[in-house]
């Protein structure tokens, strides 16, 4: 039986008893405190090109005097904003001048969409339409007009970077500053009808000096998505919903050629999507011959662990109000999910599959939501055809608690011999705050599958504070819990994990020090019917933040292995059942990953089951131009006297990838993939012109060689298709 030492178990129960401690610099703002901006309707056509300057620009109040808010907070700064905010019957519009004298200096690495914020000089604009102060709506623009939206949900604990809303956004640059116009149109938004006062918060990140400033000001462990700390947009208008209808067809050729297989074909599908929102608050899709040739492919990974790996959704008719269908549960490390969209579409490999057609609801307010999913999978080969059905529905009770419930079920044909297979997973999930440090969440499912009911659950409790956090996680998972559903790392587990972190600030650091982060996480996995230890691992870290943006963090790895049975790791590489407890020393460097030349490295060596390991991950990124982005990573894993046969080899894992752009609406890319583990070497190259908001023309080129082999099958395709977002 395994026993967590008296430290930790203390460290576990530290989440509920730890003091307030020293008071917030940062109050929570009142009703009667909290900031006040007026929109003011337009009276003239408002063109959006970057320019703010029609007169209803300078007839609107002005919002001002941001502050600073990370690292650390202090009243005013050096880099000020000023926003007004109009509005007319079809967009509300938002206009900053962001003052800067950098120029040239400011800090746009690429043209992405969804860029990465803290590496950007950003403006952005924080709503909450449903008065909740639990749902935000973030649209944020750098000085080149690429665009950013992100949902952000109970406070910002669930997001959604891939939410790609219809709005339009124009810039400028003057050697005094940088103007940002949009115009988001109301129907992109889900609001309340009738309400005229919304939840808002303004953002400006300064990359070059490592400034986020906002409007209203918040913790720094917390977003400008916590709109607890936001202010107020008043007075506005929106018109009452309308008929909402858009559809999105695409018309698609591809040829290509499988030389394994000793053949090739050309192609032509049609397909497409009709979205209708029948209220402001509710939306129905429907889609056709679902495709996703345009979605970004897997990055590999060499996984050297004893789990399944968790690779995230990247396909966009999925991402799409995701949160609706989320049933809880752990992701990360250890994941255990009741329902996980991968599963459709796509099979264990991640190999394409035909979905025929589907259909989505979508309903959210500021005390409830309802999420609905029914997909149809077509039988290709030895898979049988399958049909999908989701369900789940929330609703939000007091200030800061929701509760949800939720059911999925998977039906497959019979195929190859084997019968029909019907699977059912319940879950119920729970979200909630205590006070605006401490949250927690809780799940609890259901899995049945061949006559056998398997019950997972998971929790977590945390306390996050500017300079102190504490938390545990957990999970429980039977070993007949299989959600074809979902997704399981590996079944029959009872997981503990109680973290601490410290942020430190001490007087006598270096000038160049912004500060010191330590912190102790830990893993426990025991055999639920026993307690006995399975798997665990105590991570110690302390990282330093520098002035410019970067990081080196020391740390050391204790793991603790007790297989039961032989754990093949590699391809020809079997660990055998025992105790293997090892210890590893690494170090992780980052550079300023704002600068046009970035990199980092995550270093480490030490024992490794029964032999040893040399780990090297590295990422490199050249942009001389904010319009070509140069990246590479490389894996390199040395094992040495390695498993049952006492085996050494070396597995690389190179990555490759250029983008080029011609403005943020048009870019060309290329990124390879070379596996030694897997024996495959594979390129994706893609075109994509944006040529009205959310319409595309994508030209994709896919290209797999196997290597390391005497003959080299290669299987290629190219697919061009377009796609057009008309509203109706």
Not at 27 to 36: A, C, G, I, K, L
Not at 307 to 335: H, I, K, T, W
Not at 537 to 565: C, D, I, M, N
Request: glycine share 8%.
């Amino acid at each position: 039986m395994m026993v967590v030492p008296r430290q930790l178990l203390v460290l576990a129960l530290a989440v509920a008893v730890w003091p307030a401690g020293a008071q917030e610099q940062v109050p929570e703002p009142t009703d009667s405190t909290r900031r006040r901006l007026v929109a003011q309707a337009a009276r003239g056509p408002i063109r959006v090109d970057g320019r703010l300057d029609e007169p209803d620009w300078a007839r609107a109040p002005v919002a001002s005097e941001f502050v600073k808010v990370r690292p650390d907070y202090a009243p005013g700064t050096a880099y000020p904003s000023e926003v007004r905010i109009l509005y007319d019957h079809q967009y509300l519009y938002v206009g900053a001048f962001n003052r800067d004298s950098a120029g040239a200096a400011l800090r746009v690495p690429d043209l992405r969409r969804d860029f990465d914020a803290p590496d950007n000089d950003v403006f952005g604009v924080t709503l909450g339409p449903l008065g909740d102060r639990r749902t935000a709506f973030q649209f944020q623009v750098n000085p080149l007009g690429a665009q950013s939206d992100v949902q952000a949900f109970d406070g910002g604990d669930v997001f959604n970077f891939n939410w790609d809303a219809l709005w339009r956004v124009r810039t400028t640059r003057s050697d005094s500053g940088w103007v940002a116009e949009m115009a988001i149109p109301w129907r992109s938004l889900r609001y309340a009808p009738g309400l005229r006062a919304w939840d808002l918060n303004l953002v400006r990140n300064t990359r070059r000096a490592l400034e986020w400033s906002a409007w209203v000001p918040y913790p720094r462990q917390f977003s400008s998505w916590r709109l607890t700390y936001g202010g107020i947009l008043d007075s506005l208008q929106p018109p009452p919903p309308s008929t909402n209808i858009r559809v999105r067809p695409y018309a698609l050729v591809q040829g290509g050629r499988d030389r394994a297989l000793g053949g090739g074909a050309t192609t032509g599908d049609v397909g497409g999507e009709v979205i209708w929102a029948p209220t402001a608050n509710s939306l129905v899709e429907a889609t056709v011959n679902t495709d996703f040739a345009q979605a970004d492919v897997d990055r590999q990974v060499v996984n050297l662990s004893r789990f399944s790996v968790f690779f995230p959704e990247r396909r966009q008719f999925f991402l799409e109000n995701a949160d609706l269908l989320d049933m809880g549960g752990l992701s990360g490390r250890y994941a255990v999910a009741p329902f996980f969209s991968r599963r459709i579409g796509l099979s264990d490999d991640g190999t394409l599959l035909p979905i025929d057609a589907g259909a989505r609801y979508a309903y959210r307010t500021g005390r409830a939501t309802a999420g609905a999913m029914a997909m149809h999978q077509r039988g290709t080969g030895a898979l049988p055809a399958s049909t999908f059905g989701i369900a789940r529905t929330s609703r939000f009770v007091g200030r800061s608690t929701r509760l949800g419930a939720g059911v999925a079920a998977r039906v497959d044909g019979a195929t190859g011999g084997l019968g029909r297979r019907e699977n059912l997973v319940t879950a119920i999930d729970a979200f909630g705050r205590i006070g605006e440090q401490v949250s927690y969440e809780a799940m609890l499912s259901t899995s049945t599958l061949d006559g056998e009911t398997g019950v997972a659950g998971s929790y977590f409790l945390g306390r996050s504070s500017p300079r102190l956090y504490t938390g545990v996680l957990g999970a429980l998972v039977t070993r007949d819990y299989n959600p074809r559903t979902g997704f399981v790392s590996r079944p029959d587990v009872f997981l503990t994990s109680p973290a601490v972190s410290w942020t430190l600030q001490p007087a006598w650091r270096p000038t160049q020090v912004v500060w010191f982060d330590a912190g102790i996480t830990t893993y426990f996995f025991q055999d639920p019917s026993t307690l006995r230890l399975q798997e665990g691992s105590l991570e110690y870290k302390v990282e330093v933040l520098l002035t410019g943006g970067a990081q080196v963090t020391p740390f050391v790895e204790h793991q603790l292995q007790r297989p039961t049975e032989d754990v093949p790791l590699l391809p020809g590489v079997t660990v055998a059942a025992g105790s293997h407890d090892y210890v590893r020393y690494g170090l992780k460097l980052q550079t300023d990953q704002s600068a046009p030349v970035a990199a980092s490295a995550d270093l480490s060596a030490g024992s490794f089951f029964d032999g040893a390991l040399r780990q090297a991950v590295l990422a490199a990124r050249w942009s001389p131009t904010p319009y070509v982005a140069l990246r590479a990573n490389y894996e390199v894993n040395r094992l040495t006297s390695l498993g049952t046969r006492d085996t050494s080899l070396t597995t690389h894992l190179v990555a490759p990838e250029v983008r080029v752009f011609l403005n943020p609406r048009v870019q060309w890319s290329a990124f390879y993939q070379h596996n030694t583990v897997q024996q495959r070497g594979t390129l994706n190259a893609r075109f994509s012109w944006e040529f009205s908001p959310l319409s595309f023309l994508h030209v994709v080129w896919n290209d797999r060689t196997a290597i390391g082999a005497a003959t080299t099958p290669r299987a290629n395709s190219l697919i061009v298709k377009l796609s057009w977002l008309r509203q109706l």
